[in-house]
């Protein structure tokens, strides 16, 4: 396994269109994260989910973005409607649950993002 | 509500020397806190990860501390090369990971 892959890699749009981006996590992962990055700022969350299900969501993910994980393998982020303030790097990562004496902790691995510029 | 913050913001060192950044975090109720390495326009490559029973973690030349009591978190890089340019970004999750603004690390040569 070669780790957490998304696509495109870069994608640029017009104001109003719509996008979707692919993450495929690491194949025995049962969470899933979507995060925002802005230039000089650490991630932002977006959401997450466990197996299929969506578990929680931030309040930065406006009506306008989607996100799914339909067989609790690979997951996709659509915006609609985009704006130029949707410009950033996208960002999923993936992790599992591991135990250590009764302690659980989550590592989370991250790919190498999507690019996304709204002109 | 955690926040979690990163000083200093940039750092420029000659290479060679051993240096810490900081970081610190409201939320003392953490799992765990995690260190990052990011390279421009890349993702998040996982550097060290603290449990929250634990007070440091060693990985080669980095080593990692976390005092929960006081909300803080240091690494340290020993004998720096140019290489280690990068951006560094600590996180801390509550309900959710929550990561600073990280700190832009140049290593002159």
């Known amino acids: 396994d070669t780790g957490v892959s998304q696509n495109p890699r870069h994608k640029i749009t017009k104001r109003g269109q719509n996008v979707t981006f692919r993450c495929d996590p690491i194949?025995?992962?049962?969470?899933l994260y979507w995060y925002r990055q802005t230039l000089g700022q650490g991630p932002e969350f977006l959401t997450y989910?466990?197996?299929?299900?969506?578990?929680?969501k931030s309040r930065l993910l406006s009506d306008r973005f989607s996100a799914e994980r339909p067989k609790g393998s690979f997951s996709t982020l659509e915006i609609q409607r985009t704006e130029q303030g949707d410009s950033a790097m996208y960002l999923c990562a993936s992790s599992t649950n591991r135990g250590d004496r009764g302690n659980t902790w989550y590592e989370q691995y991250f790919g190498p993002g999507t690019r996304l510029t709204v002109t | 509500k955690q926040e979690v913050t990163q000083i200093p913001a940039a750092l420029s060192v000659p290479e060679g020397e051993n240096l810490v950044l900081n970081c610190s975090f409201t939320?003392?109720?953490?799992?765990?806190l995690q260190w990052f390495r990011q390279d421009p326009g890349k993702g998040l490559t996982s550097l060290l990860l603290i449990q929250s029973s634990q007070r440091e973690q060693t990985s080669g030349r980095l080593n990692a501390s976390l005092d929960k009591s006081s909300g803080r978190s240091t690494l340290y890089i020993a004998a720096s090369q140019p290489g280690d340019s990068a951006t560094y970004l600590c996180a801390a999750p509550s309900r959710q990971l929550t990561f600073g603004s990280g700190t832009q690390l140049t290593v002159l040569p």
């Open positions: 194949s025995e992962h049962n969470r």
């Open positions: 989910f466990q197996n299929e299900a969506q578990l929680e």
């Open positions: 939320d003392s109720a953490i799992y765990n």
